[in-house]
């Protein structure tokens, strides 16, 4: 049951060289995923070795998930996170202890949490930056939970390898993402791709999966919206940036059409909940409109145009039932934001 039948998979195509312009008109623009053999070729942060790590910031603070050999963590619903040395962290994974094994160094902001390697942080100039670049640190045969992300990715294989299973963004329904409401800032999947119950999710069955594996150099796009699990072959470091594309408006308006929207409605919706239990939700929808346009500005840099902003806060009012918003009587220069709860989850 935890095998795709040979017909439902796909290798993800390679380049050997990149070039801005075909690769965001052909791939980024086109939300199709692809991967640039050697990428990091002739960058700096290619030398990133985790014996180089340790000798540059092993003694920086890190934060780091625990418990992520639980089956709440392969659906991306519950772990644990902690605060450690990045040396001790690399001490327990190389000692294979249990608490190395079961603990996964992700998402770390390079700027904050290691402001030595800033100068060493040159990326692709592939499109609009969104967010990042961010470091990850994992052992061999961890497994990421099944998610998505509301932006395009970059990841960078900097040492070891790492097998990416990608799943189109029309499969929403076939991925069973978590309810509305979970935490974070990405949509997980309640599937466990390794160990798929066929009887519990029968359409997964019908989805197609992406594959590729990724070698020190390697760079792969995930295009926004789509479905990524990713498991580490090696002990393995690598790095990932969060882009869009070029221009004022032109990536809010592609995520709002087809075959995007659906995704985008759905992680839209999926904040909205987060915030409707507090207090200040009355306030947020007091003043919707304009906490729909904070919230676009902050997550992808970019001003909405005013139609795009009345079909997002319609969107809305239809989700909960509303007629009409409730009429602001004043209190405060700027409303409570459609904030993302649980940011350390992603």
Known sequence: MSRFSQENIVDVPRLNTLDKL??????????????????????????WSIDYLLERVGLNNVTVRGRTNSDEYKVGKQYIIRETTFREYISDMRAKSVRGLTSYMAVQNISKTFPQLQDDCKIPDIGKLHNGPFLWVAHKGHYEYCHYDP??????MIEGSKRVKLFSCIDLEKMYPNPLGSRGKTIQSQVDCDNVDLEKFPKFSEVTCYSCTLQAGDLLLIPAFWWHQVTSLSDSVSMNAFFGESGEDRYITRI??????????YWLLNIVEQNRPFASFERTLQRLPLCVENLLLKQFHEVAPQSHVNKLVETIKEYLNLVALPEFNGGGKNPPPLRVRGLRWR
């Open 151 to 156: 932006d395009a990715s970059l990841l960078m």
């Open 22 to 47: 075909e690769f965001e008109e052909s791939y980024l623009r086109k939300g199709k995923p692809v991967v640039i053999t050697a990428g990091l070729d002739g960058l700096a942060c290619s030398k």
């Open 256 to 265: 709002m059409e087809e075959p995007v929207w659906p995704s985008f409605k």
